[in-house]
T-cell receptor, first 112, second 112 residues
Framework: GNSVTQMEGPVTLSEEAFLTINCTYTATGYPSLFWYVQYPGEGLQLLLKATKADDKGSNKGFEATYRKETTSFHLEKGSVQVSDSAVYFCALSETSYDKVIFGPGTSLSVIP | DAGVIQSPRHEVTEMGQEVTLRCKPISGHNSLFWYRQTMMRGLELLIYFNNNVPIDDSGMPEDRFSAKMPNASFSTLKIQPSEPRDSAVYFC??????????FGPGTRLTVL
């Protein structure tokens, strides 16, 4: 079945450091891929998405590229801020009417 | 739009009591999801509805859990009887398709 694997956290970085959170997936077809972010005490919210191979999703300085050949969708940011401290979830959806499969989440703490 | 609305935001109850969680999805959305989040198990999909019809309830832990969606603007998740291991944050999410889900703020349930 479909699944999503993320690097285990927690990840702790200093402000302005480079961020990479690895995500790989298993799917039978051509899924849409997502990154969601959960700030403390809140629900998840969509950060970015990509719907086909080689697409790059971007938002708030974060980027991720849909790599079909490596079945990956790694999240990157060039310079993190304290306000980026949150839990990040990689996810996939096989079709428009299928459920979204979430990864286990990666906790990020950014220290000043 | 007010976003997904959940009530109550916090619920403390004693073991054996009935608990009802409520959700109002975003107007116009046709899919609704109930999730449970704990430190141990992460984010789990309990059930989802499309056009008010339950599509997949394989994540419902046992018969003590039930969910209904009597109309497009309201859903409930009921636990009867509740147990301490049900303590978690319960999220409701809605979407127009399953492409992007919009999460509510969650209900923090504590069963003593």
């Amino acid at each position: 079945g479909n699944s999503v694997t993320q690097m285990e956290g927690p990840v702790t970085l200093s402000e302005e450091a480079f961020l990479t959170i690895n995500c790989t997936y298993t799917a039978t077809g051509y899924p849409s891929l997502f990154w969601y972010v959960q700030y403390p005490g809140e629900g998840l919210q969509l950060l970015l998405k990509a719907t086909k191979a080689d697409d790059k999703g971007s938002n708030k300085g974060f980027e991720a590229t849909y790599r079909k050949e490596t079945t990956s969708f790694h999240l990157e940011k060039g310079s993190v801020q304290v306000s980026d401290s949150a839990v990040y979830f990689c996810a996939l959806s096989e079709t428009s009417y299928d459920k979204v499969i979430f990864g286990p989440g990666t906790s990020l703490s950014v220290i000043p | 739009d007010a976003g997904v609305i959940q009530s109550p935001r916090h619920e403390v109850t004693e073991m054996g009591q009935e608990v009802t969680l409520r959700c109002k999805p975003i107007s116009g959305h046709n899919s609704l999801f109930w999730y449970r989040q704990t430190m141990m198990r992460g984010l789990e999909l309990l059930i989802y509805f499309n056009n008010n019809v339950p599509i997949d309830d394989s994540g419902m832990p046992e018969d003590r859990f039930s969910a209904k969606m009597p109309n497009a603007s309201f859903s409930t998740l009921k636990i009867q009887p509740s147990e301490p291991r049900d303590s978690a944050v319960y999220f409701c999410a809605s979407s127009l398709t399953t492409d992007t889900q919009y999460f509510g703020p969650g209900t923090r349930l504590t069963v003593l």
